[in-house]
T-cell receptor, first 115, second 116 residues
Framework: DTEVTQTPKHLVMGMTNKKSLKCEQH?????MYWYKQKAKKPPELMFV???????INESVPSRFSPECPNSSLLNLHLHALQPEDSALYLC??????????????FGPGTRLLVL | KNQVEQSPQSLIILEGKNCTLQ??????????LRWYKQDTGRGPVSLTI?????NTKSNGRYTATLDADTKQSSLHITASQLSDSASYIC???????????????FGKGTLLTVNP
């Protein structure tokens, strides 16, 4: 199984809602990532989890809250988002976050629209 | 500042033709360079990955080259197909100051359209 899955595929939420994005991989990877991608822009790194611990937080606003319940799952909890947070949210995983030559496997993304 | 510049921004070719996409980078210290293909609304898929010592790497009709001296890479697509229409992103990784993690710098991508 070389797949990273993400749910939901699409999400529409109001600025007062609380929602969660989910990501799952069963490749035994120990590093997982959240990226945000706006239209026609490259992905921007948000968070990195290494061995289930948050290792990198790229100064992301607190309305985004990551969680790694176990080595296969990664969640992104959303609360009080702004319309400018609308984007494609990509999850990725790799064998290890620090090894040379690592390839990150990306999920299909969740298309988020904040009204 | 680590940067990855890709050219052209967009490219339209006819099915069956070849094309070459360019990537210039100023990432340091260089770890590796990858090319990803991203279909619209989907996550990127890795095509090739090259380290400092590798000059060429192929994956089917995709051939990537790397010149670490000039800090340039190219992705050559042979006998293009309609399904090659996508954004092609060059991603360069560098070790962080602590040497324990590597950080990715993404290019803005080249949008390739293959027409019948």
């Amino acid at each position: 199984d070389t797949e990273v899955t993400q749910t939901p595929k699409h999400l529409v939420m109001g600025m007062t809602n609380k929602k969660s994005l989910k990501c799952e991989q069963h490749m035994g990877h120990r590093a997982m990532y959240w990226y945000k991608q706006k239209a026609k822009k490259p992905p921007e790194l948000m968070f990195v989890y290494s061995y289930e611990k948050l290792s990198i937080n790229e100064s992301v606003p607190s309305r985004f809250s990551p969680e790694c319940p176990n080595s296969s799952l990664l969640n992104l909890h959303l609360h009080a988002l702004q319309p400018e947070d609308s984007a494609l949210y990509l999850c990725a995983s790799s064998q290890d976050s620090g090894a040379l030559g690592e390839t990150q496997y990306f999920g299909p993304g969740t298309r988020l629209l904040v009204l | 500042k680590n940067q990855v510049e890709q050219s052209p921004q967009s490219l339209i070719i006819l099915e069956g033709k070849n094309c070459t996409l360019q990537c210039n980078y100023t990432v340091s210290p260089f770890s590796n360079l990858r090319w990803y293909k991203q279909d619209t609304g989907r996550g990127p898929v890795s095509l090739t990955i090259m380290t400092f010592s590798e000059n060429t790497k192929s994956n089917g009709r995709y051939t990537a080259t790397l010149d670490a001296d000039t800090k340039q890479s190219s992705l050559h697509i042979t006998a293009s197909q309609l399904s090659d229409s996508a954004s092609y992103i060059c991603v360069v990784s560098a070790k962080d100051s602590g040497g324990s993690n590597y950080k990715l710098t993404f290019g803005k991508g080249t949008l390739l359209t293959v027409n019948p």
